[in-house]
């Protein structure tokens, strides 16, 4: 499966962005896809993941009550609403197919990934 992330740019602290992801080469369906970010000089931060019906299965304390995971499996196509964000959310945001791993959920097939910039 092939992932497409759109809908990055900047906004001011409290703004709000809706990011997109749309797959093509399979039906995405079949998967549990999610988001994950990662800033200039800084680790992997996985944000979430939903499985194959759209229930959620993780979400990360630092995104929890702000950003809202969906998806919807007839568009082939998987959201992340992030509201009310701050100077710690800026980074490259990036949507994959997920699994539980042994010590987090891991994370597959990301596409190239969309630029979230957030100004004081």
């Known amino acids: 499966v092939q992932l497409v992330e759109t809908g990055g740019g900047s906004v001011r602290t409290g703004g709000s962005l809706r990011l997109s992801c749309t797959a093509s080469?399979?039906?995405?369906?079949?998967?549990?896809v999610g988001w994950f970010r990662q800033a200039p000089g800084k680790g992997r931060e996985g944000l979430a993941c939903?499985?194959?019906?759209?229930?959620?299965?993780f979400l990360a304390a630092s995104v929890e009550g702000r950003f809202t995971v969906s998806r919807d499996n007839s568009k082939n196509s998987v959201y992340l609403q992030m509201d009310n964000l701050n100077t710690d959310d800026p980074a490259v945001y990036y949507c994959?197919?997920?699994?539980?791993?042994?010590?987090?959920?891991?994370?597959?097939?990301w596409g190239q990934g969309t630029q979230v910039t957030v100004s004081p």
């Open positions: 939903l499985n194959n019906l759209g229930a959620t299965a």
């Open positions: 994959a197919t997920c699994w539980a791993g042994i010590k987090e959920y891991e994370y597959d097939d």
């Open positions: 080469g399979d039906n995405l369906e079949y998967y549990a």
